[in-house]
């Protein structure tokens, strides 16, 4: 599943961890690109050594075989670690499934722990890239908000898996399987135990933050136009 950052990307890992049968893998590209990157992200020092740093490492660990009794491996990526340098061949013997969210929204929550995001940071234009070479099911988190039912049933026929309503719901708190910085990003998440309602005001951007999201727009829209309805 290819998502930007503060697009209910943790809750759709939280709705397919909640599957009978399922694993899920947690953003394991997050170390190879703050150290490819050098960037200062909250919590940097344990994520670099709670992760491989190495591109192959990670693609290793993606195909080991899974656990007994496992049939579905569910990777959460965020398109912002796949870097021009990148080499994506291992995503083709994949399922991909691409989770996009209006970016004023995006923005705006991200701005809440990074102050200054720029478009870079926040992976619209990464997420047309991938989805342009290995196109798949589109959802838009705002449709997901408004029918979760409807929606992860469509999600699922058409990633060829069955629909499970046990994916409606999970238990509140922090899982094994995530991330070592879950403390900065996912307090809302760890208090949840099923899909919020959807937002019913829109937030208001600074002048700041404007270019970014004029330029996040027309991506967005590239990509809106295959979602599932």
């Known amino acids: 599943m290819w998502s930007g950052p503060r697009n209910i990307s943790t809750a759709m890992m939280r709705s397919f961890g909640a599957r009978s049968g399922t694993v899920v893998v947690d953003e394991p590209f997050y170390a190879y690109y703050l150290r490819e990157t050098g960037l200062e992200h909250p919590g940097r020092e344990d994520i670099l050594a709670g992760q491989p740093q190495a591109e192959r490492d990670v693609v290793a660990a993606l195909d080991a075989p899974l656990p007994d009794g ?25 399922v991909n499934a691409y989770l996009i969210r209006d970016p004023l929204r995006v923005i705006a929550s991200y701005a809440k722990v990074r102050q200054q995001p720029t478009l870079s940071d926040i992976g619209f234009s990464q997420q047309v890239e991938v989805f342009r ?11 997901l908000l408004a029918d979760p039912p409807a929606v992860l ?41 099923g899909f919020a309602e959807p937002a019913p005001v829109k937030p208001v951007l600074g002048e700041q933050l404007r270019a970014v999201w004029e330029a996040a727009v027309p991506l967005y829209e590239e990509m809106a136009k295959h979602r599932l309805r």
């Open 133 to 143: 070479r290995f196109p798949g099911p589109v959802v838009d988190a705002d449709d």
């Open 70 to 94: 496992v049939r579905l491996q569910y990777e959460k990526h965020m398109t912002h670690h796949m870097l021009p340098t990148t080499d994506l061949d291992w995503a083709a013997g994949r």
């Open 153 to 193: 049933a469509r999600l699922c026929a058409a990633l060829g898996v069955d629909y499970d309503p046990g994916m409606l719901t999970w238990p509140a708190g922090r899982r094994d399987s995530d991330g070592v910085w879950a403390p900065y990003w996912y307090s809302s998440v760890e208090a949840s135990t």
